[in-house]
């Protein structure tokens, strides 16, 4: 199976708002809407911030969204702060019965 | 709240077998999946496989010839085994807990294996 594509790097400042794409194949987010990203700080593990696409664990704040169209996901994050610098990574399930995750995007807050 | 704590030997050498153990405490052992993920140093996440305590497997097809999950129920354990190891198996190994929805809502601390030559 192949890794999701993700953009290696997003940037935006403080307030705005940034969109992560991740990108896979009929195989994975094509066919299920089990999609989930997660938050990594560094040396920190992972975070579950989005899953089934869209919907978000009670701790997660509501300025990180989730969608998808076709083949790609996307994870939007509003009224962007800097605790928000961070690495985020996608995962779907797959008709393998297996998971794959991106290849990770750096969100960098200027 | 569940917690999970990676134990593992921190070094290993070429061509041998690493091995590392999941203790999970705070929750029901049952009717999950139990995961292991890794993460080479400066890199992305790595899935290797998942096993539901029914004893259903699941492996990343590039790693399926060289891994094992077994889980002890008694435990409350899970471990993961990578055979003839090279320096690519350097990487933090990640256990995790992924629910009915497939995703992985909890994970442990994580634990460096380092493979040495």
């Known amino acids: 199976q192949s890794a999701l594509t993700q953009p290696a790097s997003v940037s935006g400042s403080p307030g705005q708002s940034i969109t992560v794409s991740c990108t896979g194949t009929r195989s994975d987010i094509g066919t299920y809407n089990y999609v989930s990203w997660y938050q990594q700080h560094p040396g920190k593990a992972p975070k579950l911030m989005i899953y089934?696409?869209?919907n978000r664990p009670s701790a997660v704040p509501d300025r990180f969204s989730g969608s998808k169209s076709g083949n790609t996901a996307s994870l939007t994050i509003s009224g962007l702060q800097a605790e928000d610098e961070a690495d985020y990574y996608c995962s779907s399930y797959t008709t393998s019965s297996t998971l794959v995750f991106g290849g990770g995007t750096k969100v960098t807050v200027l | 709240q569940v917690q999970l704590q990676e134990s593992g030997p921190g070094l290993v050498k070429a061509s041998e077998t690493l091995s590392v153990t999941c203790t999970v405490s705070g929750g029901s052992f049952s009717s999950y999946y139990w995961s292991w993920i890794r993460q080479p140093p400066g890199k992305g996440l790595e899935w290797i496989g998942y096993?539901?305590?029914?004893?259903?497997?699941f492996y990343n097809p590039s790693l399926k010839s060289r891994v094992t999950i077994s889980v002890d129920t008694s435990k409350n354990q899970f471990s993961l085994k990578v055979s003839s190891v090279t320096a690519a198996d350097t990487a933090v190994y990640y256990c995790?807990?992924?629910?009915?929805?497939?995703?992985?809502?909890?994970w442990g601390q994580g634990t460096l294996v380092t493979v040495s030559s």
């Open positions: 995790a807990k992924v629910n009915g929805g497939l995703q992985t809502d909890y």
């Open positions: 096993m539901h305590n029914s004893g259903t497997t």
């Open positions: 089934e696409v869209s």
